[in-house]
């Protein structure tokens, strides 16, 4: 018992934030791009699409973004969190969980991935900034919409 427990405060942690609205943040999307903030805002719609937690996204690596075959049944990007290599387990312990990048962004997904990727090492990240850094970019967003508040 104490083991689940200890597991379901993992999957609902009780200090949670409620999650802005999708308008929101496709606000601050545009808003980081109009800064010249391209790569970061392209990377923030991929981690608001993907539900991932800031420090996630900013780790995440080329490499870990896989495009569609040609002629295959999948016609959206995946992306590969926790990968075996890195040796990082996710917040429940869980390595090499993929994340199919469809639904109703899937034809924008595709375009961003592409450009995220292109004429880039697999090794490198995505966003090319640290987290502190991608916070700042953020918050000059947020600051900009007059949402400060968020």
């Known amino acids: 018992t ?4 200890a597991g379901y405060k993992q999957l609902a942690p009780p200090r949670s934030r409620l999650a802005l609205p999708e308008v929101v943040l ?4 545009l808003t980081m791009i109009e800064l010249g903030f391209r790569r970061q805002g392209l990377g923030l719609f991929l981690g608001m ?3 991932l937690r800031p420090g996630e ?11 569609p075959t040609r002629g ?4 959206s990007w995946t992306l590969l969190l926790h990968p075996d290599e890195f040796q990082l ?3 429940t312990g869980n390595f090499n969980d993929g994340i ?3 639904g109703i962004y899937e034809h924008i997904l595709n375009h961003i991935c592409r450009w995220l990727t292109t004429g880039r090492r697999p090794f490198e990240t995505i966003m ?3 987290n502190l850094e991608f916070t700042n970019i953020f918050k000059k967003a947020v600051m900009k919409l007059g949402v400060a508040t968020l």
């Open 2 to 5: 104490k083991q689940a427990l």
């Open 26 to 29: 496709q606000a601050i999307v």
């Open 49 to 51: 699409s993907a539900y």
């Open 57 to 67: 996204l900013c780790n995440i690596t080329c490499g870990q973004l896989t495009p």
């Open 72 to 75: 295959g049944l999948v016609t």
């Open 89 to 91: 387990a996710s917040k």
């Open 100 to 102: 199919v990048l469809d």
């Open 128 to 130: 090319d900034v640290t």
